[in-house]
């Protein structure tokens, strides 16, 4: 039997580590073949995905010997991790390992919408010198951040965002009023509709469930103001990008940023071919820092499962449940 199934880019350190210590099968284009990791699974005791494989009931079926799904990332979308938990197998994860990250991309995607920068840099070096078409920029400063999931990245940008000066309002049904989380980044909670009302920026940051799914829908963006920009750094099914390219086209917001799309990746799309739209390939957790954290955590963790001691960063249980 081999021990761990890799089915995406997953590199680094702790990585190598693994592959030293384990026999690891390192197949970082598998994900696109679901049927034929579902064929080679039965003989591994491990899996290690990013969001692109989808672990499902079905594959986890087949995985008749795993002990544990290593999922490189904080999103568990792509992880039947319900299916996983009746079958006894652990599931990891790196729920903060790459939370800076994001937050720091958020903030980034904020200020290259208020301020043009990706068109002004087309422009520019397309030869053009045009000052005139990039007068009217606004500043963060003083602006209304509605923050949709005052979780730990959702926090963390609220953060960044005061120290940049702007006033914070969040929704999040889940978080304590009461909590650290909400006095120190002196955020108001409102209600969605208030959130939509008053943001200049809005920038989400909520998980993909039932509820989630086409929050931002054509009632939504109808809410919010002519001016305002809106940010998505999450996952890209919180969005119905048809609603959103309606929005655009009736000017109903001034200017999008999305790092996460619906499909990804996409199939051609009108949002492509918009000045006011910054289209990234779901890379806000990329980073040095904190790709090194999160496959640093992972790698330990799976390491620390097929070692037969407990898992630090685990979704359900510490160790297998299953004999
Ligand atoms: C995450 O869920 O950690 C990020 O969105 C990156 C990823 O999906 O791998």
């Not at 990585?15 to 039965?42: C, G, H, N, T």
């Not at 729920?95 to 043009?116: F, H, T």
């Not at 606004?138 to 000066?165: D, H, N, P, Q, S």
């Not at 998980?207 to 940010?231: H, L, R, V, W």
Request: charge should be neutral; proline fraction near 5%; glycine fraction near 8%.
């Amino acid at each position: 039997m081999s021990d761990i199934l890799v089915t995406e880019a997953i590199t680094g350190r702790e990585m190598e580590a693994l592959r030293s210590a384990f026999s690891v099968a390192y197949e970082p284009e598998l994900w696109k073949s679901p049927e034929r990791i579902k064929q080679i699974l039965p003989e591994f005791k491990a899996i290690v995905v990013r969001n692109q494989t989808p672990v499902n009931a079905d594959l986890i079926g087949a995985g008749k010997q795993l002990r544990v799904i290593g999922r490189a990332g904080v999103g568990l979308d792509n992880v039947d991790a319900k299916t996983a938990s009746e079958a006894g197998i652990v599931v990891v994860y790196a729920p903060e390992q790459n939370s800076i990250s994001v937050a720091e991309l958020a903030i980034g995607l904020m200020i290259s919408l208020a301020r043009e920068i990706p068109a002004a840099d087309r422009s520019t070096k397309g030869g053009a010198w045009d000052r005139k078409r990039f007068m009217g920029g606004v500043e963060l400063y003083g602006k209304t951040l509605g923050v949709v999931g005052l979780g730990r990245i959702g926090f963390l940008t609220a953060m960044r965002a005061r120290g940049l000066g702007m006033n914070i309002i969040a929704h999040d049904t889940f978080v304590n009023p009461d909590s650290f989380m909400v006095s120190e980044c002196r955020a108001q909670l409102v209600s969605l509709d208030e959130l939509y009302q008053r943001s200049d920026f809005i920038t989400c940051h909520t998980p993909e469930t039932a509820q989630t799914i086409g929050m931002f829908n054509d009632a939504a963006f109808s809410k919010m103001k002519k001016s305002a920009y809106f940010i998505n750094t999450s996952r890209g099914k919180v969005v119905d990008e048809d609603a959103l390219i309606r929005a655009l086209k009736e000017k109903k917001i001034a200017g999008v940023a999305l790092d996460v799309r619906a499909k990804e990746p996409p199939a051609a799309s009108p949002l492509s071919e918009m000045d006011n739209v910054i289209l990234l390939p779901h890379i806000a957790a990329f980073t040095n820092e904190g790709q090194t954290r999160v496959v640093t955590s992972v790698c330990k963790d799976v390491a620390a499962i097929l070692n037969g001691q407990p898992a630090k960063n685990f979704f359900n249980f510490p160790t297998p449940r299953r004999a």
